[in-house]
């Protein structure tokens, strides 16, 4: 299954390019299901973001932004242990990689190979979710995912987002590396333009990685997740800050986690990963990939 979107015939011809990762053998959720995620999300986007009439597939358009002239190529699936080289080969040839997983730890993977294929240039992360992943009493696991990352992240650049389920030893490991972290009340407190005009003055000098776990998302409207946490973000504030930031700033790579179907109602939380995804695409400031 490859997204509709996909417009493109090879990695050399795409601007941004597309895969998926059914893994999730790094998950330690009691909640199973996240190697369904990259089809998923695939089949909502086919399903609800392209209408039929007298015989021609017709997309809708973004909210803002725009697709035209932003060559997709969906890639497919891959295995875990393909995921390095195919995002180094990606980022080498000046394009944009968006991962679609699977378990939060693949992020760690592409970090390393986004740090090795921009000469060991560290990044701003970028991370949404409900819980911080900077376990640093297990390794390896989607908990330790900033933990495992650490040689390649700015941290004095970088900022957790929607975080409300943290342990106090994330939290401990947070302050020492002075990574910043956002709440949803801490939006609610301050205002969402606020937080977003923060991230983009914090992160403006460097090249940014976005992740997206959907669980930062409230499971009232995003159940479908492996680690759901109540108290999160709305669909519409997140797409909203994730635009603004794609407009603002270089984004070198995304990836969109934890999507877990089995536990989706009338597929609503598919429905807004493919949607966050369209929107992220069409605010997205393709240069990078057009200096090559």
Known sequence: MKLLHSNAESIFKADIVVMGVPDESKSH???????????????ASNTFEFFERDGKTIPICPMKGTLENKKILDFGNITRDGLYRLIFDIVTAKKIPITIGGDHSITTIILQAVNE?????????????????????????????????????????????????????????????????VTPLDILEVGINHVVKKIIS??????????????????????????????????LDLIYMIKKITE????????????????????????????????????MDISFGRTT
Request: hydrophobic residues 35%; contains cysteine; aromatic residues 6%.
């Open 29 to 43: 959720a009691k909640r199973k299901g996240a190697s369904k995620g990259p089809d998923s999300l695939r089949t």
């Open 248 to 283: 603002n700033l270089q984004v070198v790579g995304m990836d969109i986690v934890e999507l877990s179907p089995d536990y989706d109602i009338n597929q609503n939380t598919a429905n807004h990963a493919a949607r966050i995804l369209m929107e992220t695409i069409s605010s």
């Open 117 to 181: 294929a921009l000469d060991g240039d560290k990044v701003s992360l970028i991370y949404f979710d409900a819980h911080p992943d900077f376990v640093s009493s297990t390794r390896n696991y989607y908990g330790s995912v900033i933990t495992d990352s650490s040689n390649y992240i700015d941290f004095k650049k970088s900022v957790l987002i929607g975080t409300r389920a943290a342990e106090q030893e994330e939290l401990l490991n947070a302050s020492k590396r002075g990574l910043e972290i």
């Open 202 to 235: 914090k992160c403006k000098s460097n090249k940014v990685y976005l992740s997206i776990d959907l669980d930062c998302m409230d499971p009232g409207v995003a159940p479908g997740v492996s680690v759901p946490a109540p108290g999160g973000l709305f669909p």
